[in-house]
Nanobody
């Protein structure tokens, strides 16, 4: 059974930082692309960042480029999202996902972790 478990969310002041983690089990982690999405209240889920198998040249949404950094540790089956210079509009539930390289859609999702940015 494939499981993705996010952690690290919480309440932070604008301008602050958080680091999200997502630990994956039930699949060969190194064979999957990974990414993060988010869903703000009343809005649809939106793309944040995608990382390919080799970890090079991640794709970032314009709204987070230069502030967020994705990384992966294949030895720990974990993907991270370092979020700096957080803004009020970054408030959302953050979801990690795993996608087989040849798929156009993400195959697996975590349950989400809440990030609240306060003024």
């Amino acid at each position: 059974q494939v499981q993705l478990a996010e952690s690290g969310g919480g309440l932070v002041q604008a301008g602050g930082s958080l680091r999200l983690s997502c630990t994956v089990s039930g699949l060969t982690f190194s064979n999957y692309c990974v990414g993060w999405f988010r869903q703000a209240p009343g809005k649809e889920r939106e793309f944040v960042v995608h990382m390919y198998l080799d970890g090079r040249n991640p794709l970032y949404a314009d709204s987070v480029k230069g502030r967020f950094t994705i990384s992966r540790d294949n030895a720990k089956n974990t993907v991270y999202l370092q979020m700096n210079s957080l803004k009020l509009e970054d408030t959302a539930v953050y979801y990690c996902g795993a996608r087989a390289p040849l798929n156009s859609q993400y195959n697996y999702w975590g349950q989400g972790t809440q990030v609240i940015v306060s003024s």
